[in-house]
T-cell receptor, first 114, second 111 residues
Framework: DGGITQSPKYLFRKEGQNVTLSCEQN?????MYWYRQDPGQGLRLIYY???????QKGDIAEGYSVSREKKESFPLTVTSAQKNPTAFYLC?????????????FGEGSWLTVV | KQEVTQIPAALSVPEGENLVLNCSFT??????LQWFRQDPGKGLTSLLL?????REQTSGRLNASLDKSSGRSTLYIAASQPGDSATYLC??????????FGDGTTLTVKP
């Protein structure tokens, strides 16, 4: 089945550690996105990539980094510089641009700082 | 900058009731508007997508409308069921491939 796979589902980070969240899609979508969601709130854009080897900062990029070496993969690294990383992280991809563009989401990853 | 607001933040109704969820956006230069459902601890599932040239879309008991000129969209749920309990989010999508999400409306349907 086509879709977006995020792993791990749950991740615990110690203070000062970097952690990487995986996002893989087999939908052949060019554009991929990372969002952060805090309890009871909407989604905030961290980074997005329209094509391979290119990505742009979203609204809350500080303390995060990404790479886009393959069309199918868009991993997110939460660095030690991110002071409040505990949140639900959602990866998404988009069918295309223009009026027919539709966004699809993975099941999310929970990150907790311990 | 696009801003999306959803009212109310939470809604509780008895089973069988018809209900309306509201979504407003500040920049009418959108390509489409999308409604999602999110169950606790899960990702978002797309419910309906309304193109900017359309007025409404229907899927089963769900009907979404769009009024670009007033910056409003509504999601109508007919004959609500306990299984409809979830958080409903709307997103305004632009031609640049960016989406702005509302904070969602959490719906509880009581048996």
């Amino acid at each position: 089945d086509g879709g977006i796979t995020q792993s791990p589902k749950y991740l615990f980070r110690k203070e000062g550690q970097n952690v990487t969240l995986s996002c893989e899609q087999n939908l052949n979508h060019d554009a991929m996105y990372w969002y952060r969601q805090d309890p009871g709130q909407g989604l905030r854009l961290i980074y997005y990539s329209q094509i391979v080897n290119d990505f742009q900062k979203g609204d809350i990029a500080e303390g995060y980094s990404v790479s886009r070496e393959k069309k199918e993969s868009f991993p997110l690294t939460v660095t030690s510089a991110q002071k409040n990383p505990t949140a639900f992280y959602l990866c998404a991809s988009r069918t295309g641009q223009g009026i027919f563009n539709t966004i699809y989401f993975g099941e999310g990853s929970w990150l907790t700082v311990v | 900058k696009q801003e999306v607001t959803q009212i109310p933040a939470a809604l509780s109704v008895p089973e069988g009731e018809n209900l309306v969820l509201n979504c407003s956006f500040t920049d009418s230069a959108i390509y489409n508007l999308q409604w999602f459902r999110q169950d606790p601890g899960k990702g978002l599932t797309s419910l309906l997508l309304i193109q900017s040239s359309q007025r409404e879309q229907t899927s089963g008991r769900l009907n979404a409308s769009l009024d670009k000129s007033s910056g409003r969209s509504t999601l109508y749920i007919a004959a609500s069921q306990p299984g409809d309990s979830a958080t409903y989010l709307c997103a305004a999508n632009t031609n640049a491939g960016k989406s702005t999400f509302g904070d969602g409306t959490t719906l509880t349907v009581k048996p």
